[in-house]
């Protein structure tokens, strides 16, 4: 998978948010030390958590699994755009077949897991959907058949307070493995000036 921060907002406007309350705006040292210690202590400490929101991210996110994505979408205070199967299925009607030993070649529409009975079983789905678009079926039926390890992609956007809440479930060994793979990259993918206000699991 692959995860790209497109924008975020500067804890200079946070800061700011919190400096409303008290009009402290001279104290501002335009997102430095102070401004962080301050949205730590206000938005964490004192659990005035709403006004982490004011911090936005968005992330292309890519080569994640339809599984991942429909516990990602559980996820309701963020905004998610997903490339659709209805319009870009045609992407696998130009390939050539598939045999179930085909890793590699599949890799480019699925998922693999550590498991090789899984991944022959996805390669044997992925063919039968190739052969089902092939025959002219429209993308809309074809989706039925589509197995869970495609790999999709998407825009998501979300807030730090909503953020924290994610990667604390989804860092955790009890998440699935590639949900965990996921909080881990976009933590990572974080300015590292921001890494301070949310605690992720080591994988
Ligand atoms: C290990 C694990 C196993 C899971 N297993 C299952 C499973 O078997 N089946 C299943 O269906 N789901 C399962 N889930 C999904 C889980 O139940 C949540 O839907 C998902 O983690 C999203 O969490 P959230 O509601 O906190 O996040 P969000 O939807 O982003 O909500 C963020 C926060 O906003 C508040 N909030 C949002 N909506 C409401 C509301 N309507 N009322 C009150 N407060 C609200 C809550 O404080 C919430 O924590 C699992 C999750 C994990 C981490």
């Known amino acids: ?34 401004d962080k210690e301050l949205i730590d202590r206000v938005g964490n400490k004192f659990k005035h958590a709403s006004t982490l929101e004011h911090l936005v991210y968005t992330f292309y996110i890519q080569g994640i699994s339809r599984a991942l994505l429909q516990e990602l979408a559980r996820h309701r205070i963020a905004s998610l755009s997903v490339k659709s199967t209805r319009y870009t ?68 956007t979300i807030n730090a307070r909503s953020l924290q809440n994610f990667l604390t479930l989804r860092s955790s060994k009890s998440a699935l493995w590639e949900i965990q793979e996921l909080a881990h990259k976009l933590y990572e993918s974080l300015p590292f000036e921001h890494q301070y206000l949310f605690t992720c699991e080591k994988l």
Request: glycine share 4%; hydrophobic share 35%; with cysteine.
């Open 89 to 156: 299925l045609k992407e696998l009607k130009g390939e050539e077949s598939f045999t179930c030993r085909d890793f590699e070649k599949a890799r480019k529409y699925l998922v693999m897991t550590d498991n090789e009975k899984v991944n022959e079983m996805s390669i044997i789905a992925l063919e039968n959907l190739r052969l089902i678009l092939k025959e002219g079926i429209s993308n809309d039926k074809a989706k039925y058949c589509l197995p869970e390890s495609y790999k999709t992609e998407l825009t998501w």
């Open 1 to 34: 998978m692959k995860i790209t921060l497109l924008q975020h907002t500067s804890l200079a406007v946070c800061a700011s948010a919190i400096r409303t309350c008290w009009q402290s705006f001279d104290k501002s040292d335009n997102g430095g030390e102070k």
